[in-house]
Every structure is written in C-alpha cells, then in structure tokens.
C-alpha cells in the first residue's frame, strides 16, 4: 500500500477528521467487540502508518524512539507492495469477520469508514495496476511518482533542526534515487500488461523529468532546501557539497533511466486519453467512481447530473451577469472578458506572484472573523499560502491543501500554482481561499487533528467525496456569509467555481466512459467556463492520471447541501447551524452514505 497515501488522503490532501466528542453518541457496546475492534485500528496503524518514515514526518512523530524515520523514505519496491497487499487483505478479513452489530454507535460509524476504506483499496488492487490501492493507472505521470512527489515532501515536510536532521536529508535524498528505480521498474512491469499512458501524458512528463535535471546540481532546489535552513539553524556543515553529489551521482542517472524508458514509450503511445483504453479499463473506471464518491451512482448518472447542474448553475451567472450589464455573448465568453478587465490580473513576476500570495493571507486573516457566525469550534492551528514549486508547476493542479502536523510544528498550507497569473483573475481567486483554507480544507481537517479522543488512523484517513464536498460547501457558506454582498465579480467566481466543478462530471465520465477526445473535453470547459485554454488543458490531463477524482467534488457538495436543507426543513426552528456543521463535522470525512445516515438522523 502507497503509505503517503495515507497522508495526501483520497487525491486532495490528507483526510484528517473528527468523531462527535461530548454526549453526542452513545458509546455502550459489548466489550469484546469493542476490543476486537481497537485491536484491529491498532495493527492497521501500525503496520500501514507508524512503520512508514514519510508518514511519521507527515505527522510530525519522527523524533525520539522514531527518530530512526527521518533517515528512511517510504519503500516502494515491488516487493514491499505485495507484502503490504497480503497484510492488508489479511487484516480486512478479520475486521470482516467482526461482529459489526455489538459495536456501539460511535464504533459502527467507524467500522463503517475504516471497512469502506478496506474495500476501496481491495478493489483497486485487484486491477493489477494503478498506484498502489489508490486508482490512478500510471505510476510515472506528470502527477504521479516519486520524482515529483519526494521533492516536495523534502523541502516541505522534512524538518531541520539539528545536525542529525542535515544528515537525515542526506540519506534520504540517497533513498530517493532508490525510489526512482523502483518507479521506473513498476512502470516497465506495467507496461507489459499493456498500460501505457497518452503520448500528452508522456511529453508533459517528460518536460517535468527534464526540468528536475536541468542545470547545476550544486544550484538545485533540494539543495538549497538543505543549505538554506541548515544556516538559519546554525548548523556548521558541507551540506551543499554532499547534496550535489549525491544528486549528481545518484538521483539524475536515476532520473536519467526514467528519461530514458519514457522516450522509448512515446512512440507507443496513442492520443486516447480515457481509462477504457487500458486493461479491463471499464472495470477501473466503474471502482474508480466508487472509490472516489463513496456512492454507487454510474458513468451515465454522473454524466447527466453534470450536464443539468451545468445548465443551472450557467443561468444563475446570467442573471449576475446581466445585472451587471453583461448581455452579449455566451456566459463562457462573458466570464472570460471579466478576466481581461483593467486590474483583474497580477503582473506574471515574482512581485506581482508575491502580492497575490500577500493578498490571498490576508483574506483569511478577514473571514477567521466571520467563522463565529456559523461554527463552535474553531481550529487552533493557522493556514498559510504558498506557491507550488516551480520544477514541478507545469504539471500541478491549481491549487492544493497540506494540513498541518500532528504536533503543531508545521501549519496547514494552502499551495496555488502560479506559473501564470493570467489563470488567476482576482474575481476567481477568493471562492479558491475558502475552499482550500477556511473554511474549507484547513477547517475541516485542521479541527480533525485536534481531536484528541480520535484514534490516530482515523486522522489520516477519508472519502475524497466528502473532503472535497466540504471544501464546496465551504464556499457556499462564505457567500452566505455575505463575502460577496458588494462584489458580485467575486459572486461570479463563485458559481463559476461550482459550474467547473460540474462540468468535470460531465468532462471526467466523457473522456473516460464515453471516449471523448482530450481535445473535446477542453473544448467544452473552455466554452462553458470561460477559462483560459491553458488552464483548462492542465485540468483535463489531471483527469486523464487522476481517474475519477474529479467527479468527488460535486458529488460530494450535492449531498453536504441536500442534507443541510433537509434537515432544516424537518428540524424546523430546532434548527442551529452551528450545531450542524459541528456535528457534521465530527463526524469526520466518512463515506457518503454515511455522512448521509448520520445527519439524517441527528435531532438537534
């Protein structure tokens, strides 16, 4: 099993959560069940969380009797994947085997999540390929692998306070180019079974390995990680030196022999961008869907609720659209113009980048004020903006979540990529703050990791469908908070927001259940969102590597906002929000049918 999985959760950041604390549920159960059931949350977390160096670091627990971990990065060999299959299967048979009815209210939810979670990796295993339990087909992608992902888990998660924290990133970086290896032969054995990526997967990913290798190794930026912190610690050293040489003889041959077997793959590739295409690849899809929305909903489902949400949500911005007085043209063409508006963009320069960065901080800093109004409980930890790192922003999402570390060291950060400031027009960037930071993905799962009576796996585990649903929700809530009541350009990226995630329903189940192009799947968001054809087009690959993800978001925010208006309308003026959302909360980024069944049945 990928253990930084664990962490990074369903594809949008780690899944940290929260159970009802207080009298919320009853606890009474049969004792031996009870054990039974803590037993077997133990050994999964030890045997998939606390013997994983990555994920200690990620929580912060790599120091002391752990300390061992901060020399290790997480081992991906073949060898270690069947191992871990053959633990896990072993260990979900027992909790199988459980007697789930003796379990009281609150272990039953979490039986329900953590046998959920069991089934979602089983099922993906049982493909034969894919990254580990988790569905994306491709081990070496421009989103997947170690070469993009340990460089990002060195600079920002390895810690350096110490000489033994300097000399643990040298041997980590030695272990990277191990990882390398192990990609790369993954990669080989699948492509045996006939899984080969599109050819603009292939080219994107080879611009991002060749950017990893461009230049000086003495000048690369897990380098400078090193140097720059050591030296604000004081920390005497040829940290710089040893590094180099390290990535020089080690990591760029490694990196080099990915280069390599990838220009060999081009000329095998075909331009299908769908799933269908590679093994069994209807079958992958259909777990795919189910593993990232938690529900049984199909292709064809998905599909059409995407193309009637996009068809509502297009009529709400005409109308903001037209009061504005805005009536020429198609809604996409007309949102497009907003973006080409006199200050509507940051200059595309490291000032300008600075500014935006500066400007996004001190949104949040603005609606931590306004949070009282519809939430107890607050999280303690702060969330900070970030830019992704430039080696690998051409390839990366727009923006993503890091929560923060389990014993407060690091905070919650929000990462937004900038390669070009012209994907970011000020209208569209404050719906962006609320869904990733607060009170989006920083307040869900930063209240998760202060939740002191959770056990420990089910703070690193979660449903994508609920995570990301939440972080849609989030943004609901901040219009109805009134953020928008004297910017209705901000009130238009906001439904925009809402309308790009549906038209990803309709996008993700095109290309991957009815063989659309790559080409009309951009086509179609571009008409229909406004969006600049670059941004688009990086979304679009995303969907082609991240099979599925990308119908969680929505599916996830129908069912947050269906059950809010139901249980408003059967609990009448019983009805608190802040008692609500607390309690939905607490439950943690459960699966949908479960997050379903609890609220439904919450009484106030």
């Known amino acids: 099993m990928d253990r930084r999985r664990l962490l990074k959760g369903f594809a949008a950041g780690a899944a940290f959560a929260g159970l009802p604390i207080g009298g919320a549920l009853a606890n009474a159960a ?7 059931f803590t037993a077997l949350l133990d050994e999964i977390t030890e045997a998939f969380l606390l013997s994983d160096p990555e994920s200690l670091t990620g929580l912060g627990m790599d120091r002391g009797e752990r300390g061992w ?3 290790r990065l997480t081992d991906n060999s073949p060898a ?3 191992r871990d299959r053959q633990k896990f299967a072993d260990i979900f048979a027992r909790l199988a085997r459980l007697g789930r009815e003796s379990l009281s209210r609150v272990d039953k939810t979490r039986y329900d999540w953590v046998k959920y979670f069991g089934e ?5 295993e049982e493909m034969g390929y894919g990254q580990n339990g988790y569905p994306s087909p491709y081990r070496i992608s421009q989103l997947t692998g170690v070469y993009q992902g340990t460089p990002d888990f060195m600079r920002a998660q390895h810690r350096i306070e110490e000489r033994s924290d300097a000399e643990a990133y040298l041997a980590r970086l030695e272990d990277f180019a191990v990882q390398l290896e192990h990609d790369r032969l993954q990669t080989v054995e699948d492509q045996a079974k006939g899984v080969i990526p599109p050819d603009f997967i292939v080219r994107k990913t080879l611009e991002q390995l060749r950017s990893l290798m461009a230049g000086d190794p003495a000048d ?8 720059t912190r050591a030296s604000a610690k004081g920390i005497s050293g040829e940290w710089g030196a040893q590094a180099a040489a390290i990535l020089k003889d080690k990591v760029m041959p490694a990196l080099r022999k990915q280069v390599d077997l990838y220009e060999a793959t081009l000329p095998r590739t075909t331009h299908d961008a769908g799933i269908w295409k590679q093994p069994r690849g209807d079958e992958f899809y259909a777990r795919a869907l189910r593993y990232y929305t938690s529900t049984d909903m199909t292709a064809d489902e998905i599909h059409q609720v995407g193309l009637d949400q996009v068809a509502e949500l297009t009529a709400r911005i005409d109308t903001v659209l037209r009061r504005l007085g805005m009536t020429q043209g198609t809604v996409g063409e007309r949102v497009a113009k907003i973006g080409e508006q006199p200050g509507q963009l940051y200059p595309n320069t490291d000032e300008g980048k600075a500014q935006l960065i500066s400007d996004l901080n001190a949104k949040i800093v603005h609606m931590d004020t306004l949070l009282p109004n519809y939430f107890g409980r607050l999280p303690k930890s702060p969330v900070e903006v970030k830019r992704i790192p430039v080696e690998t922003e051409a390839g990366a999402p727009g923006g993503y979540y890091f929560p923060p570390a389990l014993d ?8 937004i990529n900038l390669r070009d400031t012209a994907e970011w027009p000020k209208f569209s960037l404050p719906s962006l703050t609320w869904h990733e930071a607060s009170p989006g993905h920083h307040f869900q799962l930063a209240l998760g990791m202060e939740q002191e009576d959770l056990p420990l796996l089910l703070k690193t585990i979660g449903f994508s469908a609920n995570v990301e649903g939440w972080g849609l929700y989030a943004e609901q809530l901040a219009d109805e908070l009134g953020v928008y009541k004297d910017d209705p350009l901000g009130e238009i990226g906001y439904l925009q927001s809402l309308m790009f995630r549906a038209a990803r329903l309709v996008v993700d189940t095109g290309m991957h259940a009815k063989r659309w192009s790559r080409e009309q799947a951009i086509r179609y968001m571009v008409d229909v969102l406004g969006d600049e054809e670059s941004n688009v087009t990086t979304e679009v690959e995303r969907y ?3 099979t599925g993800q ?17 249980t408003e309308a059967r609990l009448g003026a019983k009805f608190d929000i802040k008692a609500y959302h607390d309690f939905g909360l607490a439950l943690g980024p459960v699966p949908l049918a479960v997050l379903e069944r609890e609220l439904g049945n919450w009484q106030g």
């Open 550 to 566: 990308a119908c969680a978001y929505k599916v996830g925010h129908n069912v947050w906002s269906r059950m809010r208006t139901e």
């Open 408 to 415: 407060g060291s690091r905070p919650g950060a929000f990462y």
């Open 30 to 36: 049969d004792g031996t069940a009870t054990a039974t």
């Open 69 to 71: 971990a901060r020399y």
């Open 120 to 124: 979602s990796y089983i099922a993906i």
């Open 544 to 546: 082609c590597v991240w």
């Open 80 to 82: 270690a994947r069947e």
């Open 220 to 227: 690369h930026s897990l380098v400078e990680s090193l140097v």
